[in-house]
């Protein structure tokens, strides 16, 4: 038996003026944890949420929520974010040096959030393996970050194995969430290895028949 996979609907791929009702479709399908990105036009070229649009309306229906922040100044949005209380926060760890990278993963912590570094995939293993002993997750970009609707990049595979393999062999235990061209070759493809899918575009296709989705889920995982 394979192990449960969690899909995370991210809503940078919601059409802007039904985004209240594509909650709740996903919602009401039990597919209520959430990636929520912000943008903040610097880090990436384009702007997204950057003024947590919706945030407060996922928390309060009983959503989970994981915030992948794409900014230039991840303390200042971390400071902000905490006071909502969302399952978990990631931020691009070049941004800041190791030091202040793991004062950052504390307080996040101490805030009773799960605490991750967003991983771009201009980088290798080596560039950050020295923090995974003090993360609870890891944000692995598998499209360049910024826009919805890229393909999987090709070399994320090679990359997601060293990562995996790091981790069992020095028996540090942190979630991975993969977060870019997911669809159901991918999950296939790396089934019993990823504990968080992010599909935007894609599963965004199948919001009149999460239905059908979860059956080809199902079918993938048992």
Known sequence: MNKQITILPSILAFDKTQTASLIKSFNDHQLNHFHYDIMDGIYVENVAF???EYLDHLL????LV?????VNDPTKWIDQLIKYKPYAISFPFELVNSQSCLALLNKIKDSNIKAGIAIHPSFVLDDYKHLLKDVDYVTFMSVVPGKCGQAFLADTYTKLNDLIAFRESSNINFEIELDGGVNFDVIKNTLNQIDYYVSGSFVVKYVNNLDQFKLEINQIIK
Do not use: A, G, P
Not at 66 to 70: D, Y
């Open 66 to 70: 994981n915030v992948h922040l794409m």
């Open 50 to 52: 950057s003024k947590l």
């Open 60 to 63: 309060t229906n009983n959503c």
